[in-house]
């Protein structure tokens, strides 16, 4: 007897990435098509659960708000309140849950948790956030660069500023895949990891991409067509504040190091930021900057990616 299909996770950028022009393409028309009070049906009938180990403003928000746009109702379900936070396992709460709904967002603490619900799961699976990756973030961030630049990523730099976290990890693997040169400047004791680096290098020979690392924020925001910044200290890492707020002073997205970029530099930031912190107040509420544009664009990339798993034809047809 056949194999029944895979479902089509998104654990990481590299699941999508093959398809990202057409996932960007896509994400804009249904940017154009909301404002017109229009979506496609892709989830009629279907249900998103989201399990969240953490907070959640944009992801949430753009998962709950997206599903209904598609036509299909999501569950949010706080792993608080659900029995794996008593014990269950994730593969029977994966084979379960899998029984009841069609497509699964989770926000973990570990990459592991996220990869072992997929494992067991007979439906997708989308990575909402864990200690390795942003694939949804990213998505969105790309689909903005997309917007500003005329779908161009050739011959442009990006270049991020602070810890060498799932943010920048996706980010890597997102330039890398669509042929965008990235700069990322992280202390020392806080890089992104070298496989991470490595799988960036790997796309990036195809693409034409420049990776350069350094520990200088100036070197790296020298020339830059944008600059991206998260913040000192994620989700989870709260017991270590103090020392990251010593090792990070002096990595912050200000109006000096905007100067050193092009013009018509803008800064980026995946929020929540810390304000005073990663960034200044200066330049969230200031004109050189496109964050506000790159939270909107959680909604309709999270809407790209989640037809890219149920229609993959329609996201996939204008190659
Ligand atoms: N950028 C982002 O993922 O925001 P939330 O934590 O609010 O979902
Ligand atoms: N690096 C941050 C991203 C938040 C969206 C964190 O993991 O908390």
Not at 25 to 38: C, D, F, H, Q, T
Not at 157 to 162: K, M, S, T, V
Not at 270 to 285: K, N, Y
């Amino acid at each position: 007897m056949p194999l029944p299909p895979q479902p089509r996770h998104i654990l990481s950028v590299l699941d999508y990435a093959d398809d990202l022009p057409q996932i960007l393409r896509r994400g804009v028309e249904l940017k154009a098509e909301r404002r017109r009070g229009r979506s496609p049906p892709v989830l009629k009938g279907k249900t998103l659960a989201l399990i969240f180990e953490k907070s959640s403003t944009r992801t949430r928000t753009s998962f709950e708000v997206g599903a209904h746009d598609l036509g299909g109702q999501s569950l949010y379900l706080s792993s608080k309140d659900l029995q794996l936070g008593r014990g269950e396992t994730i593969a029977d709460t994966a084979r379960v849950l899998s029984r009841f709904v069609d497509v699964i967002g989770y926000r973990a603490y570990r990459h592991s948790d996220v990869t072992e619900l997929a494992r067991w799961a007979s439906i997708p699976v989308i990575n909402a956030l864990d200690d390795l990756e942003h694939p949804c973030q990213i998505a969105a961030d790309l689909l903005t660069l997309h917007e500003r630049w005329g779908g161009k990523f050739k011959g442009r730099r990006l270049a991020f500023i602070g810890d060498g976290n799932n943010v920048l990890h996706s980010l890597l693997l997102g330039a890398a895949s669509v042929g965008l040169d990235i700069a990322a400047a992280t202390p020392r004791d806080y890089g992104p990891r070298p496989d991470i680096v490595a799988a960036a290098r790997e796309r990036a020979k195809e693409s034409g991409s420049a990776i350069d690392l350094t520990d200088d924020p100036k070197t790296a925001a020298k020339g830059a067509d944008a600059i991206y910044t998260d913040v000192w200290v994620s989700m989870g890492e709260e017991a270590e504040a103090a020392q990251r707020e010593g090792a990070f002073k002096g990595y912050q997205v200000n109006d000096a190091l905007l100067d050193l970029g092009k013009p018509g530099v803008f800064a980026m930031h995946d929020l929540p930021a810390h304000r005073g912190q990663e960034i200044t107040d200066a330049v969230m509420d200031g004109t050189r900057q496109a964050i506000w544009d790159q939270a909107e664009n959680r909604l309709h990339a999270q809407k790209a990616l989640i037809e890219w798993i149920f229609r993959p034809a329609r996201a996939t047809s204008r190659r």
